[in-house]
T-cell receptor, first 114, second 114 residues
Framework: DAGVTQSPTHLIKTRGQQVTLRCSPK?????VSWYQQALGQGPQFIFQ???????QRGNFPDRFSGHQFPNYSSELNVNALLLGDSALYLC?????????????FGSGTRLTVV | AQSVTQPDIHITVSEGASLELRCNYS??????LFWYVQSPGQGLQLLLK??????LVQGIKGFEAEFKRSQSSFNLRKPSVHWSDAAEYFC????????????FGTGTRLLVSP
C-alpha cells in the first residue's frame, strides 16, 4: 500500500520563476493538505483540497495556488518566487471524515530559490 | 487562535537516559494534541495523539505523553533513549474548524550522546 508520494524530491529555482509541486495521496484518501516548513521552523498550513476545491487556506499570499484532480492527486503552484519561499513543502493526505487525525505525510519537496 | 510553544530548541540526552520534551499549547476548547517525529530529509511520522479520555497516552517506539489541562501542557517522555531517537520532534494542536488542519510548534532537536 503506497503512502503519500511527492515529486520532485528537490529542485532549484530562480527568483521570479514559477514552480509546480506534485502530490499523490495514500490509497483510499480523498483530501490533500499542503504545508510549508521553513528551515528551523515547524510546518505551516498553506491550504487544503477536497472534492477538487480549496476548502481551507492559511495565511499565504495568492502567489500560492493549488489544484486537485479527479484521482485526488494535487498540485501546489507558486508564482513569482521569492528567496523566502525556500522551504520543505509537505503534502499530507487524509480521509475527509478523519480530519487531521488521519494525516499521512509525504517526505516533502525541498525547494531552493536562488 | 491556537498556538503551540516548544521552549527547548535543542536537547542532548545520553543514550539510555530518560527524556522529556516540553510542549505548551494555547486553545480555548478541549484540544486535539499530537507529537510527530521528523528524521533529516524526511516527512513527519506520528508518534501519538490525544483527543479525550485517559490523559496518559502511549505511542509508538516506546514514547508516551501526558495531557495536563491545568498547565496547558502535553509533554513527551521516553524512559530510555536510543541513538536512533535522534531527530526533530514537533508538537501540534488540531483546530476545531472541521478539524482539518494542524498548528505546529517550532520543534525540538534531540541529540543523543553515546
Amino acid at each position: 500500500d503506497a503512502g503519500v508520494t511527492q515529486s520532485p524530491t528537490h529542485l532549484i529555482k530562480t527568483r521570479g520563476q514559477q514552480v509546480t509541486l506534485r502530490c499523490s495521496p495514500k490509497s483510499g484518501h480523498d483530501t490533500v493538505s499542503w504545508y510549508q516548513q521553513a528551515l528551523g521552523q515547524g510546518p505551516q498550513f498553506i491550504f487544503q483540497y477536497y472534492e477538487e476545491e480549496e476548502r481551507q487556506r492559511g495565511n499565504f499570499p495568492d502567489r500560492f495556488s493549488g489544484h486537485q484532480f479527479p484521482n485526488y492527486s494535487s498540485e501546489l503552484n507558486v508564482n513569482a518566487l521569492l528567496l523566502g519561499d525556500s522551504a520543505l513543502y509537505l503534502c499530507a493526505s487524509s480521509l475527509r471524515g478523519q480530519g487531521a487525525a488521519g494525516y499521512t505525510f509525504g517526505s516533502g519537496t525541498r525547494l531552493t530559490v536562488v | 487562535a491556537q498556538s503551540v510553544t516548544q521552549p527547548d530548541i535543542h536537547i542532548t540526552v545520553s543514550e539510555g537516559a530518560s527524556l522529556e520534551l516540553r510542549c505548551n499549547y494555547s486553545y480555548g476548547a478541549t484540544p486535539y494534541l499530537f507529537w510527530y517525529v521528523q528524521s533529516p530529509g524526511q516527512g513527519l511520522q506520528l508518534l501519538l495523539k490525544y483527543f479525550s479520555g485517559d490523559t496518559l497516552v502511549q505511542g509508538i517506539k516506546g514514547f508516551e505523553a501526558e495531557f495536563k489541562r491545568s498547565q496547558s501542557s502535553f509533554n513527551l517522555r521516553k524512559p530510555s533513549v536510543h541513538w536512533s531517537d535522534a531527530a526533530e520532534y514537533f508538537c501540534a494542536v488540531g483546530t476545531n474548524t472541521g478539524f482539518q488542519k494542524l498548528v505546529f510548534g517550532t520543534g525540538t532537536r534531540l541529540l543523543v550522546s553515546p
